[in-house]
């Protein structure tokens, strides 16, 4: 199951602050069984958590690899602004909080990893072009600090 809610604020002179809320939780249909890997729940990379490498936030095994979790909550925050209006060139600030954690673990609201930066969207004729670059909020030991993203699509 999963669920998120999306809005947008017109400010002034085609300004605009977005914001979005998900949250997800996954059972196995038996609990003799476990849920699939690829029915989890992976945080992290530029249609989540930006400033994080993809999918690595989250539940990890003794590797220390990334395994995904059964419970999932992010906020995205997003104060967009024109730089070229006529060539459809947008700047934006961001601010990021979620995470993903095992059913043992449920939802620990504690443990909310977060990160913040800005980039440049361009309507382009090949579709929405995003340049954004994130840096994590106290990272963890070996995590990177900072994270440069390049997609083709919009985030929300």
Known sequence: VEASVTGYRQL?????????????AVEPIATSIDV???YRFYSGGAS?????KRRR??????????IGGETMLQFNLEYRFPLVSDFGLVGLVFYDAGNAWSKDDGYRLDDLRSSYGAGIRWNSPVGPLRLEYGRV??????EDEANWEFTVGSMF
């Open 12 to 24: 002034m002179a085609g300004m605009v602050l977005a914001a979005r809320g998900k949250a997800g």
């Open 36 to 38: 699939i890997p690829n």
């Open 48 to 52: 989540s958590m930006r400033g994080f």
């Open 57 to 66: 936030l989250g539940p990890r095994d003794s590797a220390g690899d990334p």
């Open 137 to 142: 909020i106290n990272p963890e030991k070996g």
